[in-house]
């Protein structure tokens, strides 16, 4: 099944873009939450702006020639500039995308600064792009090396209940450190606080089917191989769509438990506050999570 | 994979097709750059307060306000303050944005105890960017 997927472009094409969309947003998400980031948005002129932009497709080309985010065929510098074009341009798109989501991006706040905002964060989004293929890839590889044998012993334990349930608990404990690793450094900060205080409800909502999809496209999308290993499952909970979910759920947990060890909520504060905050610390813990399930 | 005839060898359509979108996304986007570098940003910031409704919440009156920046440069902790004169008395009340953007606004409240009868809403400083 996997080599007639791979063997079509369109959707090789498309799991490379989405490669890229999971590396922008794995090495991107702790500076969307950088409100230092959003100022510098508010104060760039034009010539930083283009600069920026010059800086991040520079450094694009650079990591293309390392990492980059396609599964990598011979290198040709004329191919080189083309994919840099590419994944700035993803990084763009997903840089307005997730600022938008959290209200940092607004209409109100004038033609310049959005056009600042957006190009001071496509900078780390960009990079994340540029080293797509190790931060996603790299793993994979990995599990590829991997002799046929470890697959035929997996499969062994999936039979086993005790099986099954040990390979829940991996996966959970997997999403949970993940969870703490990018939430811990984002949890105690005020960032936290101030989306909280722009944020509508539908914004909230946002924020989860966001969540949802973009860690669903880091573990199951970016990489065929971690995919069809996934989709045959060693899990309680079998169907890829669950156990996004269910790993959603872990790290909305270790969110709340961060920010009450900071003492962010506790018991003086409304439900709506509890809530309100942890849906937002959600967001980057579940990529971390995601990133946490790859590497497993 | 079979590459397009006449096209980069290894290059397959769906990524012609994903690059073509991409120099979309990134023309909209330098085209915009080089639109706000061409258009004036020295104007200076100059900031209209507009009062709003004013509402009574327990025993205190909010007033809400806009402020607009009609320059182009970006004011950074721009205080507002509002005065109302109460039986000689002085009754004030401030604010301060962190940032309020060239020809772009914001919006404020200002409480006052008393009834704000002939209140008074200007800014009263900011620092440069």
């Known amino acids: 099944m996997a080599s007639s ?12 873009i989405l490669r890229a969309v999971s590396g922008a947003f794995l090495f991107g998400i702790p500076l969307l939450y950088t409100m230092e980031v959003w100022w510098a948005g508010n104060q760039v002129n034009a010539l930083h702006m283009a600069l920026s932009l010059g800086v991040s497709l520079f450094l694009l080309i650079i990591l293309d020639y390392g990492a980059g985010f396609r599964k990598k065929k011979e290198y040709r510098w004329t191919i080189s500039i083309m994919d840099s074009l590419v994944a700035l341009a993803v990084a763009i798109v997903c840089a307005s995308l997730s600022l938008t989501i959290i209200g940092v991006l607004h209409i109100d706040l004038g033609l310049e600064n959005i056009i600042g905002h957006i190009t001071m964060e496509a900078i780390p989004f960009g990079i994340g792009a540029g080293i797509s293929d190790y931060l996603v890839e790299g793993q994979k590889t990995e599990g590829v090396d991997t002799p046929r044998q470890l697959a035929e012993k997996k499969k062994e334990e999936d039979r086993t209940t005790r099986g099954k349930l040990h390979g829940t608990l991996v996966d959970m404990g997997a999403t949970g450190l993940g ?4 939430g811990f450094a984002i949890a105690p900060a005020d960032e936290i606080l101030i989306i909280a205080s722009r ?3 539908l914004g909230m909502l946002l924020i989860i089917l966001t969540s949802l999809v973009i860690s669903y496209i880091i573990v199951f999308e970016a990489s065929f191989v971690s995919e069809s290993k996934r989709m045959e499952q060693r899990g309680i909970f079998q169907h890829p769509v669950v156990e996004t979910i269910n790993s959603y759920l872990v790290a909305l947990m270790v969110s709340l438990f961060m920010l009450w060890l900071f003492q962010t909520v506790g018991t003086d504060r409304s439900w709506y506050e509890w809530l309100n905050y942890t849906t937002i610390l959600g967001f980057p813990a579940s990529i971390g999570g995601a990133a946490g399930r790859l590497a497993v | 994979m079979n ?10 359509h769906a990524e012609w097709v994903s690059l073509g979108v991409s120099l979309v996304i990134l023309g909209l986007l330098v085209g915009l750059v080089v639109f706000v570098w061409l258009s004036p940003v020295d104007r200076p910031a100059r900031f209209e307060v507009t009062q709003g409704r004013t509402r009574v919440e327990g025993h ?3 007033v809400d306000f806009t402020i607009e920046n009609k320059g182009d440069q970006t004011g950074e902790r ?4 509002g005065f109302i004169t109460v039986a000689g008395r002085r009754e004030e009340a401030s604010t301060t944005f962190d940032f309020v953007p060239g ?6 409240v200002l409480i006052f105890e008393h009834e704000p009868v002939g209140l008074v809403i200007r800014v009263v400083s900011y620092q440069l960017p």
């Open chain 1, 5 to 16: 997927k791979e063997s079509n472009p369109w959707y090789s094409e498309l799991d490379d």
């Open chain 1, 179 to 182: 969870a703490v690793i990018i």
């Open chain 1, 199 to 201: 944020l509508s409800s």
């Open chain 2, 3 to 12: 590459p397009p005839e006449g096209s980069e060898p290894g290059y397959s």
């Open chain 2, 60 to 62: 205190s009156y909010y």
């Open chain 2, 78 to 81: 721009v205080k507002v303050e």
């Open chain 2, 103 to 108: 020809r772009s606004g914001e919006q404020g």
